[in-house]
């Protein structure tokens, strides 16, 4: 059970308002006073409750983002900024503040339970989910409003926004078929996570359709930024039969991979062609310039936000579930299959 007021008050011998006043600094309230019921608290593990500041709508105006443990988000990450951008536009413009901050470790639930406690926030926005997701069973176990950045395996009966990213990653391998490849590699993202999961599904999905050979071999789990990219290119560019082509999961490990083909004095687009996803804004920067899948991260964060706070304020969600689907965008970094 979190501590209370009542229970410092009982510790230190003093009433209920005395406490509460000396926990909020209030002058009248001797420092020697402030300073024992403020230790007092600490060592309690006692959590103030921001809605004390509005007990008429129990609201504290602040939506929470809390980041993975593992290194899948970063600042650096030109779509987390990006989709973060659209979260910050929302809020500031509905007079709410955001909240971010890390899980503070591999017991990811207590980040959340933390908050929820001490009824900090008014709801959560849940980024990149997992296919198995102990955080959404969690807030729908405590009722809290909250918006998922992606979906589940198995009951999706909540408010999410998503990507169609089956229906990209198929999109580019028909693009490279299409220009005559017949042995593709593929670089993934860790597939525990949904999204990463799905762009996989269209990988295969893809190779099926087009008839084309499906080697496991030319498959690698990498993680998501560009070293992996490259490191992971390394592997399928040194095999004895290496792929023509190479489908990336995003945008970043396409840029490692086409260093690493460049390393190797490959042409880009003529000797071996490469696709990432995201459309980030250095893919259109890079030499060669990047094909790869758009989506409109800034949007994307925009409708998350927007659909908390209609939650958070009880109003009607006109699209409580919005997917959208991403575009291919050709550039200089596939051509035809070398012969």
């Not at 059970?1 to 009982?10: F, G, N, S």
């Given at each position: 059970?979190?501590?209370?007021?009542?229970?410092?008050?009982?510790r230190v011998g003093k009433s209920v308002p005395t406490v509460s006043r000396a926990l909020g600094n209030f002058e009248d309230i001797s420092p020697e006073t402030r300073a024992e019921v403020q230790r007092v608290a600490r060592e309690m593990g006692y959590e103030p409750s921001a809605t004390a500041l509005n007990l008429k709508t129990r609201r504290t105006n602040t939506i929470s983002?809390?980041?993975?443990?593992?290194?899948?988000?970063?600042?650096?990450?030109?779509?987390?900024?990006?989709?973060?951008?659209?979260?910050?536009?929302?809020?500031?413009?509905?007079?709410?503040?955001?909240?971010?901050?890390?899980?503070?470790?591999?017991?990811?639930?207590?980040?959340?339970?933390?908050?929820?406690?001490?009824?900090?926030?008014?709801?959560?926005?849940?980024?990149?989910?997992?296919?198995?997701?102990?955080?959404?069973?969690?807030?729908?176990?405590?009722?809290?409003?909250?918006?998922?950045?992606?979906?589940?395996?198995?009951?999706?009966?909540?408010?999410?926004?998503?990507?169609?990213?089956?229906?990209?990653?198929?999109?580019?391998?028909?693009?490279?078929?299409?220009?005559?490849?017949?042995?593709?590699?593929?670089?993934?993202?860790?597939?525990?996570?949904?999204?990463?999961?799905?762009?996989?599904?269209?990988?295969?999905?893809?190779?099926?359709?087009?008839?084309?050979?499906?080697?496991?071999?030319?498959?690698?789990?990498?993680?998501?930024?560009?070293?992996?990219?490259?490191?992971?290119?390394?592997?399928?560019?040194?095999?004895?039969?290496?792929?023509?082509?190479?489908?990336?999961?995003?945008?970043?490990?396409?840029?490692?991979?086409?260093?690493?083909?460049?390393?190797?004095?490959?042409?880009?687009?003529?000797?071996?062609?490469?696709?990432?996803?995201?459309?980030?804004?250095?893919?259109?920067?890079?030499?060669?310039?990047?094909?790869?899948?758009?989506?409109?991260?800034?949007?994307?964060?925009?409708?998350?936000?927007?659909?908390?706070?209609?939650?958070?304020?009880?109003?009607?969600?006109?699209?409580?579930?919005?997917?959208?689907?991403?575009?291919?965008?050709?550039?200089?970094?596939?051509?035809?299959?070398?012969?």
């Open positions: 059970m979190p501590v209370t007021l009542k229970d410092i008050a009982e983002l809390i980041l993975p443990s593992y290194a899948q988000l970063r600042f650096s990450d030109p779509f987390f900024s990006a989709f973060l951008t659209g979260v910050v536009e929302i809020a500031a413009a509905r007079g709410v503040d955001l909240s971010v901050s890390g899980d503070l470790g591999a017991d990811v639930e207590a980040a959340y339970l933390k908050q929820i406690r001490s009824r900090r926030t008014d709801g959560f926005i849940v980024m990149r989910t997992q296919r198995q997701d102990s955080r959404i069973d969690l807030l729908r176990k405590h009722d809290v409003p909250f918006v998922a950045f992606g979906r589940v395996e198995g009951d999706n009966n909540f408010c999410y926004v998503d990507e169609d990213g089956t229906a990209g990653i198929r999109a580019a391998v028909d693009h490279l078929a299409a220009l005559g490849h017949r042995r593709l590699g593929y670089i993934s993202e860790p597939t525990h996570l949904t999204k990463s999961y799905h762009r996989y599904a269209g990988f295969r999905e893809g190779v099926e359709a087009n008839n084309l050979p499906y080697d496991p071999a030319l498959v690698i789990e990498a993680n998501f930024r560009q070293d992996s990219g490259r490191q992971s290119a390394l592997r399928l560019l040194s095999m004895e039969k290496p792929p023509t082509a190479i489908v990336c999961a995003n945008d970043l490990l396409a840029l490692g991979a086409l260093n690493e083909a460049q390393s190797r004095g490959l042409v880009v687009g003529r000797d071996v062609s490469i696709t990432g996803f995201d459309d980030i804004l250095l893919a259109e920067y890079t030499h060669p310039s990047l094909t790869t899948l758009h989506q409109p991260a800034q949007e994307m964060g925009g409708m998350v936000a927007d659909i908390l706070l209609k939650l958070v304020n009880k109003e009607p969600v006109e699209e409580p579930q919005i997917i959208i689907r991403p575009t291919l965008v050709v550039r200089e970094s596939s051509g035809p299959a070398p012969t």
